[in-house]
């Protein structure tokens, strides 16, 4: 089975545009999560979508937003980008999405806001 | 708030060493445990994961323990190599859906 894949893997944005990255999750999972990861904050829950729907939230501001299609891929969008918003966005899929499945992660995309 | 904490934060020994990772969490009413190994600059390989339930799994050389009651967790590493050499990640599922939460990492390496 193909891995979780990202897309694009980097990019470079100054501040005030916006992004979108990509998501594609191994076949048969419906369940997407994204996290962010910096070097001063760790790795961070973003969102979580399960059959097109957002079901939980991290604590991030209204510019984080996501989106989820009927084939299970799933797209983050931040909106008026800040310095800060430099990181690695990481998706993760699972299967169902419950706690106790294992969590597969893709490469990542690093986003660099000039 | 769950919080997750791994000591130490960065590890060095000599190839051939056994190792332990620690990792603790504030919240007893998880789901899972699992651990994670991350490459520089890449995303997250999963190394183990322990239901709540369990108190151990194990994977080649490498064994995880669990104790919820008292909110901690181990990754044993035997007879460490070269090419262990990562950052290992602990993440804790508080919820019924797959939210994790992360320690902040152990960064290990191994020397020849």
């Known amino acids: 089975k193909a891995g979780v894949t990202q897309t694009p893997r980097y990019l470079i944005k100054t501040r005030g545009q916006q992004v979108t990255l990509s998501c594609s999750p191994i076949?048969?999972?419906?369940?997407v999560s994204w996290y962010q990861q910096t070097p001063g904050q760790g790795l961070q829950f973003l969102f979580e979508?399960?059959?097109?729907?957002?079901?939980n939230k991290g604590n991030f501001p209204g510019r984080f937003s996501g989106r989820q299609f009927s084939n299970s891929r799933s797209e983050m969008n931040v909106s008026t980008l800040e310095l800060g918003d430099s990181a690695l966005y990481l998706c993760?899929?699972?299967?169902?999405?419950?706690?106790?499945?294992?969590?597969?992660f893709g490469p990542g995309t690093r986003l660099l806001v000039l | 708030k769950q919080e997750v904490t791994q000591i130490p934060a960065a590890l060095s020994v000599p190839e051939g060493e056994n190792l332990v990772l620690n990792c603790s969490f504030t919240?007893?009413?998880?789901?899972?445990l699992q651990w994670f190994r991350q490459d520089p600059g890449k995303g997250l390989t999963s190394l183990l994961l322990?239901?709540?339930?369990?108190r151990e799994q194990t994977s080649g050389r490498l064994n995880a323990s669990l104790d919820k009651s008292s909110g901690r967790s181990t990754l044993y590493i035997a007879a460490s190599q070269p090419g262990d050499s990562a950052t290992y990640l602990c993440?804790?599922?508080?919820?019924?859906?797959?939210?994790?939460?992360f320690g902040k990492g152990t960064m290990l390496l191994v020397s020849p």
């Open positions: 993760a899929s699972s299967g169902q999405g419950y706690g106790q499945e294992t969590q597969y």
């Open positions: 076949s048969g999972h419906r369940s």
């Open positions: 979508y399960f059959s097109e729907t957002q079901r």
């Open positions: 919240d007893s009413a998880i789901y899972n």
């Open positions: 322990i239901q709540s339930s369990q």
């Open positions: 993440a804790v599922s508080g919820s019924g859906y797959s939210t994790l939460t």
